[in-house]
């Protein structure tokens, strides 16, 4: 029998998709549980099969899935887990999704798009998730499109720590590469006491993955500047921005990011640009092949462990909310 017992019946018991195993076995491991066998397979047409290997009833469920590709295999893959729960008398499921895929669609930019990130939030609902909790959703006001609790946990202090060790607060500044990242970046020179700079970025709305660099305000010459982002997809956006931090004069480019996405040729674009180190978290896995010379991944496993703790024993969440935007 895998979980913890709490005082009374209530059991806590962490459940893992097949996106990013290792990230809920360490989880499990710093929670001091197991992840709960579960069988999970494909038919042959792609469809999704869960079922649990023992009881669930009545447990406080977290169910962990990494939001990676083949990305709708793997929300359905957690929909489907959140459904099996449901029908087998969980008391309680949150939903652990450290990377919220969508969350990018999270308004109408233009006329007949959709809103995907509400549409995420009603899928779970309606799987008959109680709770979400996630790292660094690409807005905060994602949390409004989900009825129920929200965890949403910040890897910034995590990020700025490791950056403190290498850099001291003097020669650094800390970018935000476009309007999105001003409020983190902010955030970061607040804890860090060092230089902020804004990049005002533009996409073409009718070719978003092009992206220019119209402008940037704030000290770079000569310094050490980090690029804060809450994900590195294509690169595109790191690449500009370092492009033109490099045409300024910085003397070190660094880029910080809480997920790793890096589809497509990130890892070449990445590899050709002037970054010269790349900092993420592990909330979901790197690609098969993917490499950058200098690259840190940090664990975000004790974050995430310490929240669904919180959560279980009805604790404090907001003790870990500092970074918040
Ligand atoms: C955009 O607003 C986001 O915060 C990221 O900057 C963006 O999604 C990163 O994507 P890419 O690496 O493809 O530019």
Known sequence: MTGIKATGERK?????????????EDVAGRLGTGVTPAELKDFANGEIYARYEESVRG????????????????????????????RASAERITVVAPFFGYARQDKKHRGREPVSARL???????????????????????????????????AMPLLADHVARLVGSSELTIVAPDAGRVRVAERWTDRAGCALAIIHKRRDPSRPSEISV???????????????????????????????????????????????????????????????????????????????????????????ARAIREVFTDGSVTTLFEGES
């Open 120 to 154: 995420m939030a009603d899928l779970f609902t309606a799987a008959g998730a109680d709770r979400l909790m996630v790292v660094d959703l690409h807005t905060a006001q994602i949390q409004g499109f989900f009825d129920g609790p929200v965890d949403h946990l910040h």
């Open 12 to 24: 806590l018991m962490l459940f893992s998709g097949r996106g990013h195993r290792e990230l809920a």
């Open 214 to 304: 119209q402008d940037v305000v704030g000290e770079i010459a000569g310094r050490t500047c980090v690029i804060v982002d809450d994900m590195i997809d294509t690169g595109g956006t790191i690449v500009r921005a370092a492009e033109a931090l490099a045409a300024r004069g910085a003397a070190e480019i660094i880029a910080a990011a809480t997920h790793g996405v890096f589809s497509g040729d990130a890892a070449e674009r990445l590899a050709a640009s002037a970054v010269s180190r790349l900092i993420i978290t592990d909330t979901l896995p790197l690609p098969p092949g993917f490499h950058f010379d200098d690259l840190t991944v940090l664990s975000i496993s004790p974050l995430v």
């Open 59 to 86: 447990c406080d469920a977290f169910v962990l899935q990494a939001h990676t590709a083949p990305i709708n295999h793997r929300i359905m893959e957690q929909l489907i887990m959140v459904d099996a729960l449901k």
